[in-house]
């Protein structure tokens, strides 16, 4: 998956020491699909919130927290032709990337790069594998609920991407 160059080197200027970031989820998912991506999330080791604050003053965009408790902040900017105009920035859940991946919601937004090695797709749950599918699989059990919101989101991604229900899934609700 290809990275602008310019938003690699801005975010290599808003990580310091050891703080890392990882590109997650819909980029990844909008990329596979041949999609223009609309917003780009990253998670983040270290202090999110200044990473987010540098990140927007390199770009001149505008921070916002979003969610201070769960250490959530959005950048906004004017979009460009390969540059999209929303970036959000999340802590870390968990004390890896792959932990943060198994509380997402399904297997195509469970996916993560890291912007600086734009060839190393971790995929632990098969998202592009369910993509090329064309199939909507929960990455766990605990899927809705962690956040019944995810039924919506479901419904939205099914019809929007041509996506079947999983067999899964489909007995999650039930049993729900």
């Given amino acids: 998956m290809e990275i602008n160059n310019y938003i690699r080197e801005q975010l290599q200027h808003a990580i310091h020491g050891s703080e ?44 916002y927290p979003l969610d201070k408790t769960r250490d959530i902040y959005r950048v906004l900017t004017t979009p460009g032709d390969e540059i999209p105009g929303v970036f959000d920035f999340a802590k870390i859940r968990g004390d890896s990337i792959e932990e943060d991946l198994q509380k997402r ?47 919506i989101r ?11 229900i999983s067999r899964e899934f489909s007995n999650m609700l039930k049993t729900s």
């Fill in 20 to 63: 890392q970031v990882f590109l997650v989820g819909g980029a990844i998912r909008d990329s596979f699909l041949g999609l223009k991506r609309k917003d780009m999330d990253f998670i983040c080791t270290g202090d999110t919130r200044e990473i987010a604050r540098r990140f927007a003053d390199r770009v001149g965009g505008n921070f």
């Fill in 105 to 151: 919601d399904f297997t195509i937004n469970a996916m993560a790069i890291n912007p600086f090695h734009p060839d190393s797709l971790l995929d632990p749950f098969h998202g592009v594998q369910d993509l090329q599918l064309k199939r909507l699989v929960p990455v766990s059990r605990e899927c809705l609920s962690d956040d019944p919101v995810r039924l």
């Fill in 154 to 164: 479901a419904l939205r991604y099914s019809a929007g991407y041509g996506l079947s």
